[in-house]
């Protein structure tokens, strides 16, 4: 198949673009494979993706049991950043945001990686001294992260409030190689490249079942039948409790929803990525114009990917407090993911207590930025049957041993990381 | 200025009256009743805008939300709203608008030179090149295409205007108000069930606009309806959400309709409608077909044209062909033909039809069994070509300057799909309508495929008697319904015309049917792939006119019916929103509730610097004329206290009465260490622990008596306390009688604290021996201050000798003051929270940078504290090994070995000549007034053993990397003589 | 948007509750390990259908209440106090 | 020295006058001084407690979300097995010692005559202004006199006790957050206009 460039466009342009082929194919099952992978968004396709590209294992299937992409990766609000606090997070996101940086060259796909800036307003000096807390740990751990005061916020922003009324803004951490990327076409990108080297991408298959034996996993029933494989990794952000059901287990996980919104497309307005200090809300625009924000989850478990009215009222609510601006413009859509929270914020990238059965989930709201990290992560787990050390802390016992990795100190509580 | 299209008589406008408005700078004028987009056509402005990708010339499309095409930069400064449909824009006096998405003029948009390059900006070109070089997007390929991309400019200016929010209740909802709308308002009104009926039009009838026959039974039924008190009439309301359990959202256009909003009036009102049962009467939108140059500036839907001639009085043009798949389409031609343009031919892909009978005997030129397959006209329409249905060519060319579209009706199902109703297909009228409802909802109307104005008003009057009675009202006899002929709106099953040129299935976003099918070879054949492959349907029309038409030519090309394809799923909004309406009011200075104590004035008098803890505002500091920055206020205040005395206002504090047989036992439960032994009169420092293991909460609490609690939180946390306490009372102790009662509001506190505040204490509090005997540290006892009741505390967070007067709050400036005045003498300053967060790192005390929710008991040193004996909450999992591990961070006090070098919170601490790891981070800072310098506070590994080391406060974010000496977080007093002196 | 049917105050809006965890977990008494309270506090069913919960009525009585509730479809089916056992039904 | 009158948290922002549009029915405020004491039942009491009350204060305590008024006081349900206790104010504290006497070993008693206030508003106009900011259904049919509720009104907790048909509406906040909530009160009403009597 041939790889996708400019120069090809233009000949595909002379020709009545008849020569473009299908992105991926849709094979059917094959009876066994070397791996399954349960999941056809960004993490599941990337895990396959460097399964075959880091660890030679190409004998590789992606059960999807809808569409690929049109789960969470298809629902977020598209932000890549690294600007952790806790080491074992910050150098994971960290190798994650590097693999952004050089994601359109390994997958042939242009997923539209733009490193535009993410600022962290702060409004106090509690905030702030969090802030330079977090921005000193990276730094530390070779992250790149900036501490902006008010005309550094100016300048990279000029249409934010600083004296918004109630909480002026005092200043912002920025990282500047943070920013976005097109979210469709990271799972089209990773497809496309799975694809490319043999990874079988199989949409309308869900998973029913789990074939166990003697404690340890052979494969799963699906809605297109029994495939087997020795090694199965999970990732279904969102529905990971359901999986791990069938597998007889429980996992730390409360499934939550997080609405975004998107608003008409607008000329140029907002050159970064920016979030408010003093409410739930974050912003950026994209490249077709339309700007792209959120705010918190709803706060109560759903399955159901649709947000209500209050917690919506409140991100517009902030959005205009930030920026008094956007009042005139309008909101065109919303709609909403639903998230594996953990109880501390942090994900599980891990075995599980069934042998041969791997899991990249409870990415809590941080699933987008990590797609890549965690596929990679994960695919080394698989390949190794040991976690990779910038994984090693993402288990599911580390509650069992007190190891919380609880980035903001906000307690067993799902519904509030 | 004549309106050379506007038609003598007619329509609902106000002819008497004129209204200038300007375009691009034009000067032009219309009438009351007039929309934007029919003035605009009174005076025959057809080019109005340039499309998303390609911009080409397009013109107004439709009447009404569905408009793809014709958007607008309405207003001028910081009121101008980008993407402004000028079709549901009314018009006023004054009015200013301008095209957008352009450069250079309207008529001469340079960027027109992207349709050159079309053949290599299908659908997700972007996605297979600008790769190379990598570091070129953001700097090359990104800006380009930014510039290039968007619609509309925002002002970038803040929005002068008001919004607010309001709630209803209602048994029915009422969700447009045409026909059916109309009918089932009357029938379920009729009654006495509580309705509201919004619509979002100005003027409501929906369809009968365009009907002068049915103007008296509108009249007639409005009148009706105005006669019933219960029954809320919304004109101008937006439905844009369904939510859950009957509840809707609908945005009401206040003052949109005037230059700007009067005063004390919103410009825009965000209703949640809490409704038992829903109506939806919500209409129909026209569809496009796709053929070639089915975007140039004078094609337009039939029933918008239709509408222009009838209720605007407007021409939409003097020579108009109508391309229609169905009889419903065709009174569009009649009514041209009224208004006195000339109808040059009807173009249809069927045999026969009644409306065919009809329109032959009127003498139209009828083309059977044809298809329109081309239009010629630069920057408006002048042509159409007409060939038989699939035949090759070209076809014949027939002047016109109006070509009037349709290829069926498109059921408005938004609402009745967010409420959750599947969707069904219907193969007479090819379209989609409302499937069995979840919620408490019923569709009526064209919204369900029932077309004609008398079957719609039958079917609103049955669904409108239905609601009612779903509600638990009795129906009422039935009322007289409109007698109207309902022509047949079934179509037969044309989509695409293929030919030369782009044919376009989405006009806003320049989706061809071409872009379709590519997206379909590429293995994006599902629609919701296809749909984000293309952007189809996903511009600011979000494909009302179009949408079904990409699925049909997806279904094509899949060789599957439309109804396998079906339609992507519909979200919020029904139509777009102004972020404002949903923001509300409490925006900007109103975002948060601003919480003041009782002392807020007494601050306000003495110039206090303030600052946000959580929403209170607390005094930072008291800046004098004297004081050289902050930190000399900062510092003369500390040292008052040192040195003298100081009093501070500590209202903010959590205060909760806990009280009840098992209170202690509760108290026992919830504090990690033991209050049941605490005597009456007594205050002990006591630390709470979530579940999990880790620091809650601390604060002193109080016996008052043998049933009777007195509990303090921190300020921040006194709202999660509040709320822990209940919980576990309710869930995991019901067993206990407690009772729990947050008095945070009915005390105010103030702190005196200094070696002089026994003898300020006792100026103002009668009736207590204020001795060191008789009154130890941690004593507490009621009394009276100033002459008001209050209660007396011997604690102390400076470290000094101190007492807290508690009072109730309406008391506090008179016992303020009267402290003030006992304490003249002795040279007492008030000191704000920075002096107070000074005296406490002074002190090793530890506050919320240090009680941060990641902290345990040990960490901060506190590990003495937890209880041997008996249960408390957090006790099992703060043994896990994670948390006992010796390893973890411990609270050490850190003094900069320059005391000129500045250190701050947030640094990390890293050993000097190591690896630059970080072994800890510095939580709290002050310059210090016992020993000049910068001290702080800091969680550091193997803390306790390091005392007496050098470390590094490393902060390479601000380039500073200052050595620190690492000694006890007591630095001030460490025996506790002065506090209990 | 919910609409939660408290017994002490009717039905009220979401925005004057706030969500309080998985009811179903039962707090380990004075006896109670790491391993209880392990999973009392961080091991879920999290059900994709009906689950019981504890919502304050926070902004209202106050109450602690349970709530049978659908997390699909968000239907709030039944609604007690705090001493008041609800069973889930079959899925 | 006796005790002064206290400070009221509105003195400086509720200045008698006509407050934004002149129409004709304005919203009229007032601000009915209150004395206020929480009774929390002691477990298994509630019989004799409301005993207690009848005894003392001539009133059935109410149930959820009703008001009773007896001879000199009103009692308000707020939450199972607690009441807002109000009257005119009277000399500081005696309320709560009349109640803490009456319901001894019965109730605890907690004093919040400085903790929340009490702001009355009244005319044609209360319902919608009420509207603007209030998520319940007042409407006759759902609300009345003698029914009371508590909510949250523009992020402030409020208690809202009908005491008329009029309609009169007595609104009870927490005294720290008074001024937000009586700023959203004058804005809400300013399109009717505002009477601050």
Known sequence: MAGYSGFRILLEGLRGNSGWHQAWRKPEPSPTYDVIVVGGGGHGLATAFYLAEVHGIRNVAVLERGLIGQGNTGRNTTIVRSNYLLPENNNFYEHSLKLWEGLEQSLGYNVMMSQRGVINLFHNDAQRNAAIRRGNSMRLNGIDAEILDREGVKAMCPIVDLDNGRYPVMGGLMQRRGGTARHDAVAWGFAHAADARGVDIIEHCEVTGMILAGGAIQGVRTTRGEIRAPKVGLAVAGHTSTLTEMAGFRVPIETHLLQAFVSEALKPLIDCVVTFGAGHFYISQSDKGGLVFGGGLDGYPSYGQRGTLPEAEHVYAAGVSMIPALGRLRGLRSWAGVMDMTPDGSPYICRTPLRGLYMTAGWCYGGFKATPGSGWCHAWTIAKDEPHRLNAAFTLDRFREGRMLDERGNGPFFWAQ | MSQPHRRQAGGHIDRARRLAFTFDGRRFEGHPGDTLASALLANGVRLVGRSFKYHRPRGIFSAGVEEPNALVELREGARREPNTRATVVELFDGLVAGSQNRRGSLAFDWMAAAGLLAPWLGAGFYYKTFMWPAAWWERVYEPMIRRAAGLGHASGMPDPDRYEAAHAHCDVLVVGAGPAGLAAARAAGATGARVILADQDVLLGGDLLNEPGLEAWRHETLSAIAGMPEVTVMPRTTVFGFYDQGVLGAVERVADHVPEPPPHTPRQRAWTIRAREVVLATGAHERLIAFPGNDRPGVMLAGAARGYARRHGVRAGESAVLFATHDGAYDAAFAMAEAGARIVAIVDPRQDSAAMQRAREAGFDIRTGSEVCGTVGLTALRGVSVRGVGAAGRGDAFAADLLMVSGGWNPAVHLASMSGAPLAWDEALLAFVPGAPVQRERSAGACRGVHGIGAAAADGAAAGHAAAEAAGFVAMPAFPLPDAPAADCRPCELWEVKGRGKAFVDLQDDVTAADIRLAHREGFSHIEHAKRYTTHAMGTDQGKTGGIVGAAVLAEARGEPVSRVGLPRFRPYAAPIAWGAMAGEGVGKHFQPTRRTALHGVHEALGAAWLDAGIWKRPAYYPRPADADAWASVLREARAVRERVGICDVSTLGKIMVEGPDAATFLDRVYANTFSTLPIGRARYGLMLRDDGIVFDDGTTSRIGPESWFVTTTTAQAGPVMQHLEFHLASAWPDLDVSLASVTDQWAAIAIAGPRAREVVAAVVQGLDLSNEAFPFMAVADCTAAGVPARLFRISFSGELAYEIAMPAGYATHVWQAAMEAGATHGIEPYGMEALGLLRIEKGHVAGPELNGQTTAQDLGLGRMLKKKGDFIGRVLAQRPGLTDPSRPRLVGLRSVDPARQIRVGSHLVLPGGDGRSQGWITSVTRSVVEPGWIGLGMLREGEARIGSEVLAANPLMGEEVPVRVVSAHMHDPENIRVRA | MLRIPCPHCGARDEAEFAYRGDATVTRPGPDGDIAAFHDYLYARTNPRGWQVEWWQHSAGCRAFLKVLRHTVTHEVRAVANAAETLEVPPA | ?197
């Open chain 4, 1 to 197: 020295m006796s005790a002064p009158e206290p400070t009221h948290p509105l003195a400086a922002h509720a200045a008698p006058g006509r407050h934004g549009a002149a129409g004709e029915a304005p919203l009229r405020v007032t601000l009915p001084p209150r004395d206020i004491v929480q009774v929390m039942a002691r477990r298994g009491r509630a019989d004799a407690l409301a005993e207690a009350a009848r005894a003392s204060f001539g009133l059935d305590l109410p149930h959820a979300g009703h008001a009773a008024t007896g001879k000199d006081a009103t009692a308000i349900w707020i939450q199972p097995g607690h009441w807002l206790l109000t009257a005119p104010r009277g000399v500081e504290g005696a309320l709560a010692a009349r109640a803490a006497a009456a319901f001894a070993g019965l109730a605890a008693v907690a004093d919040q005559s400085h903790g929340r206030i009490t702001i009355a508003i009244a005319g044609p106009a209360a319902h919608s202004v009420l509207a603007r900011g209030c998520r319940l259904d007042l409407h006759p049919r759902a609300f009345g006199p003698g029914r009371a509720a508590a909510t949250q009104i523009a992020h402030v907790g409020c208690l809202i006790h009908q005491t008329d048909a009029a309609p009169v509406f007595e609104l009870t906040v927490f005294a720290t957050l008074a001024e937000p909530f009586f700023h959203w009160l004058m804005e809400a009403g300013a399109g009717a206009g505002v009477l601050i009597e």
